[in-house]
């Protein structure tokens, strides 16, 4: 769909959403960040924007000569991985519980961390500048490192998926390319639900160091004497030029390598426990995007630095990944390159609701009834990741058919949380 002009003080808003179903804050928000004097041509607002802190969840904001921190988000890096397996949904047992379990044990969630560090989060190249990071974490080390290849918790995730809409023989790749489905329509139709491919596919970004060098800048931002008399101050920025930009954007960039390297081994560890199960398994290649990043690109023109929080890139031919809600549908989808969204796509579903205001409304019998068919946890735990938290992700993806074309539809048939 194309989007809907909300005027703002200083560049406008171009929405991706409905503006009647954008909640008020939310759009109260946008208009915020377009008072920004760095603020570059227009702010692009997805189609899953909703309210975060300082800066929308689903906003993507180009700046000249700035960076706000909040723009970003303190999830740093945050993003999703998908790999395609050469198993169908006939090889998987009727029971997923051994395997639900396997993964559990295999990749740390929560506030866990593995016990020692991975052999590969050891040799890490970019350990070499973790002594250049912020003053602030430098007491982080060991926990970071044994952090890399865990999944955290809150809506991170851990899905085995079946998928279809694909086709044709990929140059180099074991099982086939990744293409857009003969059909417009997002499902792929009459296809034999026991010849959908497994996929595998999860949710992470850079952990607790990540968060924590996200929350010391921020910090630092709101103190700055420029940032005195913004519309919010959780809009703070770091202006370029500045010791303060150059640290942000060091520790910033280091973060999504990090996160990167996070998915990736997690991705690893996934692929043993199916190689236990299931001794032949081949992998296509892997599909990692991040969606809380920073960027340095060039739109209308002028070379600016893109902040995606609730985003993911979506350039003519990007390969990236919408996620729907805990055991849900999802979407492998190729970016088309629109300008007007920076080339960008949303992120996901997107919270209707909050954490508090879904364990209020919703019950445990409500989460298993929503979850059938899922194995998954079914308790209070996880009530706030109840799939009616959520937008629908059909929608999402139907407004944003000028945004991407849907290349692979996947249903969620087990779902790792912490």
């Known amino acids: 769909m194309p989007p809907t002009t909300v005027p703002g003080s200083r560049v406008d808003v171009k929405l991706w959403a409905p503006p009647h179903e954008v909640e008020a804050p939310a759009l109260e928000q946008l208009r915020?960040?377009?008072?920004l004097p760095w603020v570059f041509h227009h702010v692009a607002a997805m189609p899953?924007?909703?309210l975060g802190v300082g800066a929308t969840i689903g906003s993507v904001v180009a700046m000249r000569d700035a960076i706000a921190p909040s723009a970003v988000g303190v999830d740093l890096a945050?993003?999703?991985?998908?790999?395609?397996?050469?198993?169908?949904?006939?090889?998987?047992?009727?029971?997923?519980?051994?395997?639900?379990?396997?993964?559990?044990?295999?990749?740390?969630?929560?506030?866990?961390?593995?016990?020692?560090?991975?052999?590969?989060?050891e040799e890490w190249e970019f350990w070499a500048e973790f002594r250049l990071l912020d003053p602030a974490v430098q007491g982080r080390f060991a926990k970071a490192m044994t952090q890399l290849g865990t999944l955290g918790g809150g809506n991170h995730f851990i899905e085995l998926c079946l998928g279809r809409g694909l086709g044709g023989e990929h140059e180099?790749?074991?099982?086939?390319?990744?293409?857009?489905?003969?059909?417009?329509?997002v499902s792929c139709g009459s296809q034999s639900e026991a010849d959908d491919h497994v996929w595998l596919m999860l949710h992470s970004g850079s952990r607790n160091i990540g968060k924590e060098l996200a929350e010391v800048h921020i910090s630092r931002a709101k103190k700055l004497p420029h940032n005195q008399d913004l519309p919010d101050r959780d809009l703070a920025v770091f202006l370029a030029d500045t010791p303060e930009m150059e640290a942000y954007r060091h520790d910033l960039f280091w973060a999504q390598h990090y996160a990167a390297l996070n998915r990736s081994l997690m991705i690893d560890l996934y692929k043993d426990v199916l190689r236990r199960h299931f001794p032949d398994v081949a992998f296509d290649e892997e599909v990692s995007c991040h969606h809380n990043y920073v960027a340095e690109e060039e739109h209308y023109g002028q070379r600016v630095l893109v902040t995606r929080k609730g985003a993911i890139r979506a350039g003519?031919?990007?390969?990236?990944?919408?996620?729907?809600?805990?055991?849900?549908?999802?979407?492998?989808?190729?970016?088309?390159?629109?300008?007007e969204s920076f080339e960008s796509a949303p992120h996901g579903a997107g919270r209707r609701m909050s954490r508090n205001a879904a364990k209020k409304r919703y019950t445990v019998d409500d989460l298993r009834r929503l979850t059938e068919g899922v194995e998954c946890r079914k308790d209070k735990g996880v009530l706030d990741e109840i799939p009616s938290a959520y937008k629908d992700v059909r929608e999402v993806i139907a407004q944003s058919s000028d945004l991407v074309e849907?290349?692979?539809?996947?249903?969620g048939v087990m779902c790792v949380k912490g």
């Open 78 to 121: 945050c993003g999703m991985s998908a790999v395609r397996t050469s198993l169908t949904a006939a090889d998987l047992p009727d029971d997923l519980r051994r395997l639900r379990s396997d993964v559990e044990r295999a990749i740390p969630v929560g506030f866990a961390a593995h016990k020692r560090p991975l052999r590969v989060a």
């Open 48 to 50: 899953d924007v909703h």
């Open 406 to 411: 849907v290349v692979a539809e996947l249903k």
């Open 172 to 185: 180099g790749g074991a099982l086939g390319s990744l293409r857009p489905p003969r059909s417009a329509a």
């Open 32 to 35: 915020n960040i377009s008072s």
């Open 316 to 339: 003519r031919g990007d390969l990236g990944i919408i996620p729907g809600s805990m055991g849900g549908t999802s979407y492998i989808v190729r970016g088309l390159g629109n300008a």
